[in-house]
């Protein structure tokens, strides 16, 4: 009977209530882009004591979402500093070439704005990183930064240093209101979509002081064989206007997905079902099998 009464609890009101608070979620930043009739990331296009605005994008060099950013970014009016790391001398250069080459690319395909390639030498320590950090923070002195994209995948060429950081931050404040975008990915890293982290690597920033700090991480719905084939992997540019679709409309750290019949089955997922495992679990008081 306590079984019965408990599954019946499950699917009442109140579950109905977090399924459809969670999907809501996902669809509201796109409901609120049709009732306004405004281009995300709007607010942060803003020009400060007649510079235009800038924004700073970490991993372009190798990663394909990445690199969407940027094209998103530059297609929005933005200019574009394109950060990359390199280990030594002789890996330093390789990401300058690979960043310069796709900074020929966004000049082709947008030349009306500017763009910039940062590159920090992965070896560096101690008093070297202070001063790199010194002098991008000088560099962009001039420039009005407003937005702060920091991407981690499976390449070296991503994470912006937390010294940097720090700097970056600083510059934000004088340009507000600001975004930083905090990414993660575990289908760059090779996951198999089952994991679920809200959180970004060093990233110890809450939204203050008219900068807002939003994470997102890139997950794949589709966990098993059958859903692989239902569900066909989203492409780079999908992804990327998901992150900055949901980060210039929503303060919610979120797993973010392009589709929505993929973002409903993992809200579906995340609590009717969740709840479900939840509720048998404390009736068999975690003794599922019992030999």
């Known amino acids: 009977m306590g079984i019965i009464t408990s599954l019946f609890s ?13 999907t809501l979620a996902v669809i509201w930043p796109r409901v609120r882009l049709r009732m306004t009739n ?22 372009a060099g190798q990663e394909p979402v990445a690199r969407e950013l940027c094209f998103g970014l530059a297609a929005r009016g933005f200019n574009v500093v394109l950060y990359g790391a390199g280990s030594g001398c002789r890996g330093g250069k390789a990401t300058m070439q690979r960043l310069l080459g796709f900074r020929a690319e966004l000049l082709k395909a947008y030349p009306e704005n500017k763009y910039r390639v940062v590159v920090v030498d992965t070896d ?21 930064l407003t937005v702060l994209i920091d991407y981690v995948g499976d390449a070296d060429d991503g994470m912006v240093l937390p010294q940097l950081k720090t700097v970056l931050m600083s510059l934000l404040k004088r340009n507000v209101p600001a975004l930083v975008i905090n990414v993660t990915s575990s289908i760059a890293s090779g996951g198999d979509g089952t994991q679920s982290c809200y959180s970004h690597r060093g990233s110890g920033y809450l939204s203050q002081d008219g900068v807002n700090v939003v994470s997102c991480h890139i997950d794949d719905v589709a966990v098993g064989y059958k859903e692989k084939l239902l569900f066909h992997r989203p492409t780079p540019r999908a992804l990327a206007e998901t992150v900055l679709l949901h980060a210039a409309s929503s303060s919610r750290n979120a797993i973010v997905y392009p589709y929505w019949p993929q973002a409903v089955l993992q809200m579906t997922r995340k609590t009717l079902l ?10 068999t008081q975690g003794d599922v099998l019992k030999r």
Do not use: I, K, Y
């Not at 995300?40 to 994008?57: D, I, K, N, Q």
């Not at 479900?276 to 009736?283: K, N, P």
């Open 10 to 22: 499950l699917f009442g009101p109140g579950a109905a209530l977090c399924a459809a608070c969670e």
């Open 274 to 283: 969740g709840m479900a495992a939840d509720q048998f679990l404390s009736v």
């Open 124 to 144: 560096a320590q101690g008093d070297a990183v202070e001063v790199f950090a010194a002098r991008v923070g000088e560099s962009l002195e001039g420039a009005n």
């Open 38 to 59: 405004d281009a995300p990331l709007t607010r942060f296009l803003h020009a400060a004591r007649g510079r235009p605005a800038w924004a700073f994008v970490a991993g």
